[in-house]
């Protein structure tokens, strides 16, 4: 939920997905394309990570960026644990941390062989958000790891989002707010869409919060507006 705190306002990202599938590196490679300071958006604390010895996420990763343009406006950014186990820190980190979740950005392991995995990680986001994703929660995919062989197919993505109707067909009005469906690179030699997708779900955040009072707004001009927030 949208923070206030002496005139500046907060949101909440949260990163969701199966273990392995990039998260904490997404972040570090957000975090890194930001700090320079020749985006719209940079990073005002170091990145803090609580994270096991073989570098998978015990209980979250946390980064705050502020927008450069706008300067009342920060983004919390979290990812998850994705580990199985984890299910219950999962719950605790997307609701209780700083705030409720704003937005989310899904990410998914490309690789065909978990093709399976990521829908349970689908259903389980669905199961926390009840009901909210899109119509008061934005949300968007980002299929990583595109630079490896053997990866789903985007479309193929889309019919299980159709499936369980996180897809809206042209003629609904929600229909604007499809998850877009990034194909992305994490690794920094080989970086693809990692501050493009932040920036879109950014814009979202923004946009539900300015005129849809937390909702999805539904006229066609607002979603094309290119604002970064407020
Ligand atoms: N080839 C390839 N490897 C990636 C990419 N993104 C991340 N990785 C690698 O995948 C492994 C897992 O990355 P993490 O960022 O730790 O994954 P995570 O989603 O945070 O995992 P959990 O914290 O366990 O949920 C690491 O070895 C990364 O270097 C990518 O786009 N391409
Ligand atoms: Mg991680």
């Not at 604390?45 to 209980?59: H, M, N, P, R």
């Not at 998850?80 to 705030?99: C, E, H, I, P």
């Not at 995995?117 to 790891?145: A, C």
């Not at 229909?175 to 994490?186: D, F």
Request: with cysteine; aromatic share 12%.
């Amino acid at each position: 939920m949208v923070q206030y705190k002496d005139e500046n306002i907060f949101f909440k990202i949260v990163y969701y997905g199966m273990a392995a599938s990039g998260k904490t590196t997404i972040l570090e490679t957000l975090y890194n394309l930001t700090k320079e300071g020749k985006r719209e958006l940079i990073p005002v604390v170091e990145l803090q990570k609580i994270d096991k010895t073989s570098g998978a996420t015990l209980y979250f990763d946390r980064g705050i960026f502020q927008s450069t343009i706008k300067r009342k406006v920060y983004y919390r950014v979290y990812t998850v644990a994705g580990q199985k186990g984890f299910s219950s820190l999962r719950t605790k980190v997307f609701n209780k941390l700083d705030a409720d979740t704003d937005s989310v950005i899904f990410v998914v392991d490309s690789q065909v062989k978990y093709f399976e995995d990521n829908i349970e990680f689908l259903l389980e986001l669905k199961n926390i958000t009840k009901g909210r994703l899109i119509k008061k929660i934005p949300f968007i995919v980002m299929l990583n790891k595109v630079d490896l062989k053997d990866i789903i197919d985007p479309e193929d993505f889309i019919q299980i989002l159709k499936k369980e109707k996180l897809w809206y067909e042209p003629q609904h009005e929600l229909n604007l707010w499809n998850p877009l469906i990034y194909r992305t690179c994490a690794l920094p030699s080989q970086e693809k869409d990692i501050y493009r997708s932040f920036y879109e779900i950014a814009r979202r955040t923004g946009l539900y919060h300015i005129y849809g009072d937390g909702q999805a707004p539904v006229d066609k001009k607002i979603s094309d507006d290119s604002i970064l927030t407020l």
